[in-house]
């Protein structure tokens, strides 16, 4: 910001004229405007980078059939499968996220994609969990 000169370092003229300091003054202060509208306009054309989102498709299976009611989810967008075992998760900004698949039953699931414009449609593949045998004890019933 442009500083004001001390009243003793201004010019012999200007400390002795009440219009020439009215003069010096207005001028003093249209520099600092002006500056003031330099810094807004500079900082009004900073551009921002436009994010791209994207509707990424989403099918989820198990090695062999669809795998409906799995929650997936990359950050705050969520869905969830159908019978079908697809869902879409709107609004996905472009580069890389973790995915993650959630049901009771299977093992979580997470991994890393990537979604461009070529990259809008993947497929999770959930691994069941299996069960721990009952033990049975010898000579019980």
């Known amino acids: 910001m442009a500083k004001i000169k001390k009243f ?4 012999y003229s200007v400390r002795k004229s009440p219009e020439k300091r009215h003069d ?4 003093f202060l249209n520099e600092v405007l002006e500056l003031e509208d330099d810094e807004e306009e500079t900082q009004q054309e900073e551009v921002i980078p436009e994010v791209t989102t994207r509707d990424l498709s989403i099918t989820v299976d198990d090695g062999e059939n669809a795998v409906s009611g799995v929650s997936v989810a990359i950050g705050d967008i969520t869905g969830t ?5 697809g869902c879409t998760l709107k609004g996905v900004a472009d580069g890389e996220h973790t995915i993650t698949a959630t049901k009771e039953g299977y093992t979580e ?3 890393t994609i990537s979604s461009d ?5 993947f497929t999770i593949s959930l691994t069941a ?3 721990d045998p009952v033990e049975e ?3 019980e019933t």
């Not at 003793?8 to 010019?11: M, P």
């Not at 010096?24 to 001028?27: E, S």
């Open 109 to 111: 699931y997470s991994d």
């Open 81 to 85: 499968t159908g019978p079908a075992g």
């Open 24 to 27: 010096y003054l207005a001028d």
């Open 137 to 139: 004890t010898p000579g």
């Open 129 to 131: 969990v299996v069960a």
């Open 8 to 11: 003793k370092k201004l010019h």
């Open 117 to 121: 414009s070529t990259h809008t449609s």
